[in-house]
């Protein structure tokens, strides 16, 4: 479960935050997950309870931010969303489609005391 990892970044990244700008406690902790980026969300946030225990975000609670995927069509040279990485274009029905959004996971921003 490579969620497990993923919250451990999280949590190297919100100690280094804590100790740097000198906040105590997070309230909330807000992520963007691209539609693409492999994450599944209950894992997440199981894993989220886990690892955060006896950090500055143990007890936060975790919101999940859904970021659509996204690819450049070659066929009619538009931006545009994709249900999933194998769907046509949306917009001329064209096939060479180039993902260019959707595979990122990041913090949004957390509500910190």
Known sequence: MHE????????????????LKGFARVRRLRLEIG???GVEKAALNFAFE???RGSAAEDAV????DIPGKAMCY???????IPDRLAPCPDCGGGKL??????????RDMEVV
């Open 98 to 107: 180039m993902p260019t959004g959707g595979e990122e996971m990041r913090i």
């Open 62 to 65: 975790l919101e999940m931010i």
């Open 50 to 52: 886990v690892v955060m």
């Open 35 to 37: 539609q693409f980026a």
């Open 4 to 19: 497990m990892s993923l919250c451990e970044g999280i949590r190297r990244i919100v100690e280094d935050q804590a100790s």
């Open 75 to 81: 066929d009619c040279m538009k931006e545009v969303e």
